[in-house]
């Protein structure tokens, strides 16, 4: 089917009472894997392209494959900008055919943050894009004192209201990347924060991030959980393991990557049931 807008992807999530699976893919191996399962499990998913893809032509390039691979599976399927940075590359994933942007302008003061979100979510919603963004910031590696950087849920609230957004990321304690240490997540004030807000939440830092704190968050309200840096692992641990292989032995890259594929596979399909808390 064509791709669908975040919104409606997240409508169905919260009829569900789930969360869908936002996959950073940064290759067509990876993007294959969260594609096919997505279809073998039936449930929507997101593909994110991170902003640094805006660097050169890949975004372009993966908005044109994605679009093309949605059109042949029977899930919905949302092409999503991870943490946009500038108003430039909000426009460029319109121009590309995304399906939604987020715009991260969390490291600015709350007032800013308002006036670049508000201003982004003009040029997407007249172009029926839909727009996430983010209040509070991920824990930097190291944080002791976290509170600083935590999302408090009247502002979240007001920063909703203000800027019309379709989903909101928060920070609840994740941080991207894997932990030195089991983080707190804070659960209560994530609770809070959705018994204010009534549009969708979006929880960062998925990876690595404790079963059962991810299916609680859901319970409380979380719609999209980011993956980028356990999938990313597991190609890369995959990679080596054929290198290790072929080092006496050729394969066309095709089918040197097939095992690859199947190992983000084994990943993405353990997320998504998580995910959809079927397990
Ligand atoms: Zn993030």
Do not use: W
Not at 187 to 205: A, Q, S
């Amino acid at each position: 089917m064509p791709l669908v807008t975040l919104a409606t992807a997240l409508a169905i999530a919260k009829e569900k009472n789930i969360a869908i699976g936002a996959f950073n893919i940064g290759n067509y191996e990876s993007l294959k894997a969260v594609i096919d399962c997505a279809s073998e499990e039936k449930l929507p998913v997101i593909i994110q392209i991170f902003n640094r893809l805006f660097n050169d032509d890949k975004a372009r390039d993966f908005a044109a494959l994605v679009k093309v691979m949605a059109e042949n599976t029977d899930v919905p399927v949302v092409l999503h900008l991870d943490h946009g940075k500038t108003i430039d590359q909000v426009k460029r994933a319109v121009q590309y055919g995304f399906t939604s942007v987020m715009i991260d302008a969390s490291d600015l003061p709350m007032e800013e943050n308002i006036q670049m979100t508000k201003e982004v979510v003009a040029i997407a919603h007249s172009h029926n894009v839909s727009v996430e963004a983010e209040i509070g910031r991920l824990l930097p590696k190291g944080t002791v004192d976290c509170e600083n950087f935590l999302t408090v849920p009247e502002e979240a609230l007001e920063f909703v209201k203000q800027t019309g957004i379709d989903a909101l990321a928060v920070a609840i304690g994740t941080s991207h990347g894997f932990y030195k240490e089991a983080p707190f997540i804070d659960l209560e004030r994530l609770k809070k924060i959705c018994d204010l807000v009534r549009i969708p939440i979006v929880l960062h830092g998925g990876s690595d991030t404790p079963d059962a704190d991810v299916q609680q968050s859901i319970r409380y309200g979380i719609r999209k959980i980011n993956l980028a840096t356990e999938l990313h692992k597991v190609y890369i641990d995959a990679t080596a393991v054929q290198a290790e292989i072929h080092k006496t032995k050729f394969s066309p890259i095709d089918v040197y990557n097939v095992p690859i594929y199947e190992k983000m596979k084994e990943l993405v399909r353990q997320k998504m049931n998580l995910f959809a808390l079927r397990s």
